[in-house]
């Protein structure tokens, strides 16, 4: 197979089943490192294009698909299950979300996949896992944020439960996976052989809790939601300033009182109310108020340049477009531009790691259903004659 497809992962072949989010976020981080992804899809004829999170060509479809090539492929059909099977023999990596039962409904579940490719990387997402009571759920990602104990923690205290502001146990589940790929990938190096990676919303949710999860492991304390305000690191939280609000993190001794002494308010560090941690972690409410009353004073650019002077973590609460306006995210770069065949240069979301000899390159945008379907057969050995069959039978 022949693919244009640079990068650390140019040299492993994925094809990707997944749909919505979740799934597709595990295979992006694979395609954003030079893997030559390919995105295989339903035909519109069989069902194609549902439940794909949004317009293909808007912002969360262009972002979770970028660098990927898209074939269809009709795996209800027997034909279109053999085509996969050849493909999965010459692959490394398959990336799957279906619900457990349906991929062994169609004959496309690990063991099946394994006898044509021993040395092949199955990786599947779930809601719940593979087994247990809740396999065959439907996951969806505010259903693993309740069930998973996030929502719990969330927003502020006696508000009820709050979901955050972005999917994260699908984000999370999806991260998860990438890394089990790769960790695979990797041992194969050793064994000669593959594995199936298995993760899912509901562990990659909890696993994502970290300290908030081992204060009841280790200590049997179920963490409240604390709002604004950090649940451990105290003075930690938002506070309002005379033209917005900013977050100030003062925890520790040494900042602590480095932040007293830069607001004027020496007094807060011998006040027994505030002098030690115990004490500031009893008392948080006095000692915000007390906090507010001075930052309330002074513009949130005054307190975020004087306080990152002094060695106290300051930052701003942006929108989202104040956010890409900031000079530190622009020298980033998190908003690079990648070419869509049709529309142009677009603007996506950046990765979240920079590598100093092989880094992150934004290649091309999404893919159109299909766009790549001849050219990636014939990369697998079928010629002009049989393809042409598949289209008249439905099998793409």
């Not at 996976?177 to 899912?200: F, M, N, Y």
């Not at 677009?346 to 766009?371: I, Y």
Request: aromatic fraction near 6%.
């Amino acid at each position: 197979m022949t693919d244009s497809s640079s990068g650390p992962l140019a040299r492993f072949t994925v094809l990707d089943l997944t749909r919505v989010r979740a799934g597709p976020t595990a295979v992006r981080q694979l395609s954003d490192w030079g893997a030559r992804v390919i995105k295989i899809e339903t035909p519109e004829h069989a069902g194609g294009d549902r439940g794909m999170g949004g317009p293909r060509h808007g912002p969360d479809f262009q972002n979770l698909h970028r660098g990927k090539r898209s074939m269809t492929l009709n795996l209800k059909e027997a034909e279109g299950v053999a085509v996969l099977k050849q493909m999965a023999a010459q692959a490394d990596v398959v990336v799957e979300n279906y619900r457990p039962d349906v991929k062994h409904r169609l004959g496309v579940d690990y063991e099946s996949l394994k006898a044509v490719n021993p040395r092949l990387v199955y990786a599947s997402i779930s809601g719940f896992g593979q087994d247990g009571p809740y396999a065959n759920r439907a996951g969806f990602d505010q259903i693993a944020q309740g069930m998973g104990g996030l929502m719990s923690i969330t927003g502020l205290p006696g508000q009820g439960p709050v979901r955050a502001g972005i999917p994260i146990a699908d984000l999370t589940a999806g991260l998860y996976c990438a890394i089990g790929i790769l960790v695979a990938l990797h041992e194969r190096e050793v064994s000669g052989e593959g594995q199936w990676v298995q993760t899912s919303l509901l562990q990659a949710q909890i696993a994502m809790l970290d300290f908030q999860a081992a204060r009841w492991l280790m200590s049997g304390e179920v963490p409240p939601q604390a709002g604004n305000n950090h649940p451990t690191s105290i003075p930690t939280g938002v506070f309002e300033t005379e033209d917005g609000h900013i977050n100030i993190a003062a925890s520790g001794d040494k900042i602590y009182q480095r932040f007293c002494e830069t607001i004027g308010r020496p007094d807060l560090l011998t006040n027994p109310d505030f002098a030690t941690g115990s004490a500031r972690s009893k008392n948080r409410d006095a000692l915000n108020a007390e906090i507010a009353a001075v930052t309330r004073s002074k513009t949130s650019a005054y307190w975020i340049e004087l306080l990152n002077e002094a060695g106290v973590p300051t930052g701003p609460i942006y929108r989202i477009d104040e956010m890409f306006a900031d000079p530190q995210v622009e020298h980033l770069d998190m908003g690079p531009a990648a070419e869509h065949h049709s529309m142009g240069p677009v603007r996506l979301v950046g990765q979240g790691v920079k590598l100093s000899r092989t880094p992150f390159e934004m290649r091309e945008a999404s893919p159109d259903a299909g766009q790549h379907t001849d050219t990636v057969l014939s990369e697998f050995g079928y010629d002009a004659e049989t393809i042409a069959g598949f289209r008249a039978r439905g099998v793409i």
